[in-house]
């Protein structure tokens, strides 16, 4: 079996993988010694990034307590990195083999295994679909921040605090409107469109509207 040495990984759940960039200091992120590393296909390695899966009873014997953390004796039970020398990934398995969570790679540390991966056979993992991830096409700060405001306007309009909701409306979009059905469902489809600087503007007003004033 290879391994790859001296890690960083921030193992979010099966469905959220953010690149490092979108990575935050109040992240739970292991430091790992020791972790498997195997070559795939490219084709298995896309499958991995699009699609929840179950890996084999095999792999998950392989990979048991192999994965050792840096500065300690503690070990990830089913843990292991995946790459086809272009990309990689890191993945959690549960005791049958489902995908629990999954970590993207350092800039430094993908392409150092990257070029690793060109002096590995590569192998062939079993595994089967379960489900597919959802496109998330927004990256994680712009992804919290249309949650908030979709939690306001919901919050607002259960409440029936129309004057705070026409509020958000003028100032998103710059116009009066009275019809408070039409206000809501006017707000709930525009957060599926492309992030812009009115959303952040009225994100920020949320924000504010929730500081205590001394």
């Given at each position: 079996m290879y391994y790859y040495y001296d890690i960083l990984l921030n193992f979010q759940d099966s469905i959220n993988l953010y690149n490092f960039y979108e990575w935050e200091e109040n992240?739970?992120?292991?430091?790992?010694?020791?972790?498997?590393?195997?070559?795939?296909?490219?084709?298995?390695?896309?499958?991995?990034?699009k699609y929840k899966v179950k890996f084999s009873q095999k792999l998950i014997e392989e990979i048991k307590n192999k994965t050792i953390l840096k500065n300690s004796s503690k070990t990830l039970k089913n843990t292991f990195l995946v790459s086809d020398t272009k990309d990689a990934l890191a993945l959690e398995l549960d005791d049958e083999g489902v995908v629990i969570s999954r970590s993207k790679l350092l800039l430094a540390d993908e392409i150092n295994l990257n070029e690793v991966m060109f002096t590995m056979k590569e192998s062939?993992?079993?595994?089967e679909k379960i489900s597919k991830f959802k496109n998330i096409q927004n990256i994680r700060q712009i992804e919290e921040i249309k949650k908030l405001i979709n939690c306001e306007i919901n919050t607002l309009y259960e409440s029936k605090n129309i004057s705070k909701?026409?509020?958000?409306?003028?100032?998103?979009?710059?116009?009066?409107?009275?019809?408070?059905?039409?206000i809501y469902k006017i707000m709930k489809k525009s957060l599926k469109n492309s992030f812009d600087d009115n959303q952040k503007r009225v994100y920020d007003l949320i924000k504010k509207s929730y500081y205590k004033v001394i």
């Open positions: 992240d739970n992120l292991d430091y790992i010694k020791k972790i498997p590393l195997y070559r795939i296909t490219t084709t298995d390695l896309q499958n991995l990034f062939k993992i079993e595994y909701l026409k509020y958000l409306y003028y100032e998103w979009f710059n116009t009066l409107n009275d019809n408070f059905e039409e």
